[in-house]
């Protein structure tokens, strides 16, 4: 089963910063890509960034390319997003997964999800 734990989230007005960090089992974690994801109400979730086993490629959604940066922590079975000049668009639950790469972008590799973290961002 896929252990994840998701934190980081709040409130900050746009143009503001967050860092969102993403804790997972070693089991979970190991030689995966690793993905975030996020849902906004209403709306599908969707992919927002991924990274290859041992960081060495990066791929993002179209959305937050140039302000969003997605790094990992082997050793501490983390997984980060770094979201800078955040806009009213990002509100959303963030979640991070296992990830298959896959033209360009990252899919869920697992049907199991943790709780989430919510961003809003106020205009």
């Known amino acids: 089963q896929v252990q994840l734990v998701e934190s980081g989230g709040g409130l900050v007005q746009a143009g503001g910063s967050l860092r969102l960090s993403c804790a997972a089992s070693a089991r979970t974690f190991s030689r995966y890509p690793m993905g975030w994801f996020r849902q906004a109400p209403g709306k599908e979730r969707e992919f927002v960034a991924v990274?290859?086993?041992?960081?060495?490629?990066?791929w993002y959604a179209d959305s937050v390319k140039g302000r969003f940066t997605i790094s990992r922590d082997d050793p501490k079975n983390t997984v980060y997003l770094e979201m800078n000049s955040l806009k009213p668009e990002d509100t959303a639950v963030y979640y991070c997964?296992?990830?298959?790469?896959?033209?360009?972008?990252?899919?869920?590799?697992?049907?199991?999800w943790g709780q989430g973290t919510q961003v809003t961002v106020s205009s």
């Open positions: 997964n296992r990830a298959l790469i896959t033209g360009g972008e990252g899919v869920p590799a697992s049907s199991d």
């Open positions: 990274i290859n086993w041992r960081g060495g490629s990066t």
